[in-house]
Nanobody, 119 residues
């Protein structure tokens, strides 16, 4: 059974930082590209950041460049998202997503973790 379990969300003040983690099990982690998506209230789900299966390449949504950093540990089957300089615009549910590097239809989602940026 494939499981992606996010953690690390919570309430943070504007300008603060949070680190999200995603623990992955039930699949061969090293052949899956990993991403973080988010969905804010009343908005569509959007891609925030991605990292290739080998960890050698990352990409970011323009609005988070320079503030967020995605990383992965293939030995521990985890992916992280370090979020700095948070603003209210970053308030959303954040989802961890894994996609097979060959069979892209094999896509797995976590249940999400809430991040709220508010004073």
């Amino acid at each position: 059974q494939v499981q992606l379990v996010e953690s690390g969300g919570g309430l943070v003040q504007p300008g603060g930082s949070l680190r999200l983690s995603c623990a992955v099990s039930g699949l061969v982690f090293s052949v899956h590209d990993m991403s973080w998506y988010r969905q804010a209230p009343g908005k569509e789900r959007e891609l925030v950041a991605s990292i290739t299966s080998d960890g050698n390449s990352t990409s970011y949504q323009e609005s988070v460049k320079g503030r967020f950093t995605i990383s992965r540990d293939n030995a521990k089957n985890t992916v992280g998202l370090q979020m700095n300089s948070l603003s209210s615009e970053d308030t959303a549910v954040y989802y961890c997503v894994g996609r097979h590097i060959v069979y892209s239809v094999l896509e797995y989602w976590g249940r999400g973790t809430q991040v709220t940026v508010s004073s």
